[in-house]
């Protein structure tokens, strides 16, 4: 039975640069990169391509010894130019020069009614071989699904609440018949119940409020309302041992697509967004596309931060990187490397901030866009506790002793107190909002591979 679920804990951080709803033609993107960092978990990657290889989109690049059957597919066809690898030998990026005219691997095509009557093993093998697996990601741990576990359930967010979040009606507009598909398919990898998170105070796009097969439920409040996380604890709560597995809805569009089309499809539209472009827009690209043509010539200055994916969970990145494999937004801030003497105690209309003693004046002109960057405005100093988490936390967990049990590698207080229910964009805020400056997501990730690997 479907719930409207409404949060009042949270924080929306109203920032300038939001994309301009139209989709805007850029110069193509000649290089794209698959990074073995985007995966969590992966500690064993074995490569499959050597410099100067050919492939076509589909054709496996690499592979997690841990786990051989899931596949790391070319997004592009084209030749593989870099093989590139840091410290101790550690490999960084798979990097294609893209051809003109994208060439793929060809797969089995399904229709609904071979989707039905096929076994879940021959559903899996496809998968896993194309590409399209690692698109679902198990909690707890935020890891990529294991083909031999069998979820309780699978759980989709339909909206994004981070800062200058996408507008999914133009980054899925036409996918009616692959988000189906997907859907069909995903029901048949666990006896639970498809889920599918919307947003009760917006319009969805066509193709998911017109779903069959999946539960939907809707969430109203600020941000982190759209974590797929805090829809899971207020929908069907994750207990130890037991496990379920999330989708991002492009993760079930490319599921769709490859069942419909039988090829391993990586096309993707992204928002370029931020105060320091230009031209703040959508542009069609695919998977682990190169930033430099978004970039270049389209910054207001050079001292800059570029972010792939949001400013609260993204990846800084270098003016010639590459998109993350999760990601479909690039944004674009003013670096903060700079000293402000007192910044700290001054109020101030133009600072955004959580705490009405430094951002009061903010809290006047809730509507305003402000222009951020990356100064912490404070160094690291003792954890203080504030009980700040507790106010942007919308989930029955209590934050501030969940994070002193992570610093005491206390087990058994950590299970207690649901770290099997979170991951890193679920404690942004608490990060962003910290007085005591603590990187609480790198935190958070020492102690799930505490457990993880105990």
């Given at each position: 039975?479907?719930?409207l679920?409404?949060?009042?804990?949270?924080f929306?951080?109203n920032l300038?640069g939001?994309?301009?709803?139209?989709?805007?033609s850029?110069p193509?993107?000649?290089t794209?990169a698959?990074?073995?960092t985007?995966?969590?978990?992966m500690?064993r990657p074995?490569v499959?391509?050597?410099?100067g290889d050919?492939?076509?989109?589909?054709?496996?690049?690499?592979?997690?010894?841990?786990?051989?059957k899931v596949?790391?597919?070319?997004?592009?066809?084209g030749?593989?130019?870099e093989?590139k690898r840091g410290?101790?030998r550690?490999l960084?990026?798979?990097?294609i020069?893209?051809?003109?005219?994208i060439?793929f691997?060809?797969?089995?095509?399904?229709?609904a009614?071979?989707?039905?009557?096929?076994?879940r093993e021959k559903?899996?093998?496809q998968?896993?071989l194309?590409g399209?697996?690692?698109?679902?990601i198990?909690?707890?741990?935020?890891?990529?699904a294991?083909?031999a576990?069998?979820?309780?359930?699978?759980f989709?967010?339909?909206f994004?609440s981070?800062p200058?979040a996408?507008?999914y009606?133009?980054?899925f507009?036409?996918?009616?018949?692959?988000f189906?598909?997907?859907?069909d398919?995903l029901?048949r990898?666990?006896?639970?119940?498809?889920?599918?998170?919307?947003?009760?105070e917006?319009t969805?796009?066509?193709a998911?409020?017109n779903?069959?097969g999946a539960?939907i439920n809707?969430?109203?409040?600020?941000?982190?309302?759209?974590?797929?996380?805090?829809q899971?604890?207020?929908?069907d709560?994750?207990?130890?041992?037991e496990?379920?597995w999330?989708v991002?809805?492009?993760?079930?569009?490319?599921?769709?697509?490859?069942?419909?089309?039988?090829?391993?499809d990586?096309?993707?539209?992204?928002?370029?967004?931020?105060?320091e472009?230009?031209?703040?827009?959508?542009t069609?690209t695919?998977?682990?596309a190169?930033?430099?043509t978004f970039?270049?010539g389209?910054?207001k200055?050079?001292n800059?931060?570029?972010?792939?994916?949001n400013?609260?969970t993204?990846?800084?990145?270098n003016?010639?990187?590459?998109?993350?494999?999760?990601d479909?937004?690039?944004?674009v801030?003013?670096?903060g490397?700079?000293?402000?003497?007192l910044g700290?105690?001054k109020?101030?209309?133009k600072?955004?901030?959580?705490?009405?003693a430094i951002?009061?004046l903010?809290f006047l002109?809730?509507?305003?866009?402000?222009?951020?960057?990356?100064n912490?405005?404070?160094?690291?100093?003792p954890?203080?506790?504030?009980?700040?988490?507790?106010k942007?936390?919308?989930?029955d967990?209590l934050?501030?002793?969940?994070?002193?049990a992570?610093h005491?590698?206390?087990y058994?207080?950590?299970?207690?107190?649901?770290?099997?229910?979170?991951?890193?964009?679920?404690?942004?805020l608490?990060e962003?909002?910290?007085?005591?400056?603590?990187?609480i997501?790198?935190?958070?990730r020492?102690?799930?591979e505490?457990?993880?690997?105990s």
């Amino acid at each position: 039975m479907s719930k409207l679920v409404k949060l009042k804990k949270g924080f929306d951080i109203n920032l300038a640069g939001k994309a301009e709803k139209k989709v805007e033609s850029f110069p193509t993107v000649k290089t794209f990169a698959i990074k073995p960092t985007d995966f969590l978990g992966m500690e064993r990657p074995k490569v499959l391509v050597k410099e100067g290889d050919t492939v076509k989109a589909g054709t496996p690049l690499l592979f997690d010894k841990k786990m051989e059957k899931v596949q790391f597919v070319a997004p592009v066809s084209g030749e593989v130019v870099e093989v590139k690898r840091g410290e101790k030998r550690k490999l960084l990026e798979i990097k294609i020069l893209a051809d003109s005219e994208i060439e793929f691997e060809s797969f089995e095509k399904l229709s609904a009614a071979d989707i039905q009557s096929a076994s879940r093993e021959k559903l899996i093998d496809q998968m896993t071989l194309s590409g399209v697996w690692p698109q679902l990601i198990q909690r707890p741990f935020g890891v990529i699904a294991n083909p031999a576990d069998e979820p309780r359930a699978i759980f989709i967010s339909g909206f994004d609440s981070h800062p200058l979040a996408p507008d999914y009606e133009i980054l899925f507009k036409g996918q009616e018949q692959a988000f189906q598909t997907g859907i069909d398919v995903l029901k048949r990898l666990t006896k639970g119940k498809v889920f599918l998170g919307l947003n009760a105070e917006g319009t969805a796009p066509a193709a998911f409020t017109n779903v069959k097969g999946a539960e939907i439920n809707k969430f109203s409040g600020p941000h982190p309302a759209g974590n797929v996380g805090v829809q899971i604890h207020h929908i069907d709560p994750i207990n130890k041992g037991e496990i379920v597995w999330t989708v991002s809805p492009y993760g079930v569009i490319q599921i769709g697509k490859l069942f419909l089309k039988g090829v391993y499809d990586a096309s993707k539209v992204v928002a370029l967004t931020g105060s320091e472009l230009k031209k703040a827009a959508y542009t069609n690209t695919y998977l682990g596309a190169c930033v430099d043509t978004f970039v270049a010539g389209n910054t207001k200055s050079d001292n800059l931060r570029i972010i792939s994916g949001n400013v609260l969970t993204g990846s800084k990145i270098n003016p010639d990187g590459y998109m993350g494999y999760y990601d479909h937004q690039i944004t674009v801030i003013p670096e903060g490397d700079y000293e402000e003497f007192l910044g700290w105690l001054k109020p101030s209309a133009k600072k955004l901030s959580f705490h009405k003693a430094i951002g009061m004046l903010s809290f006047l002109s809730r509507d305003k866009e402000y222009v951020v960057d990356t100064n912490t405005h404070g160094e690291e100093r003792p954890f203080v506790i504030s009980g700040s988490f507790e106010k942007v936390m919308p989930m029955d967990i209590l934050p501030t002793y969940l994070f002193k049990a992570i610093h005491a590698n206390d087990y058994d207080e950590m299970e207690e107190l649901g770290i099997y229910e979170l991951v890193e964009e679920d404690v942004a805020l608490c990060e962003f909002i910290d007085p005591s400056k603590n990187e609480i997501q790198a935190l958070l990730r020492s102690g799930i591979e505490l457990l993880m690997y105990s």
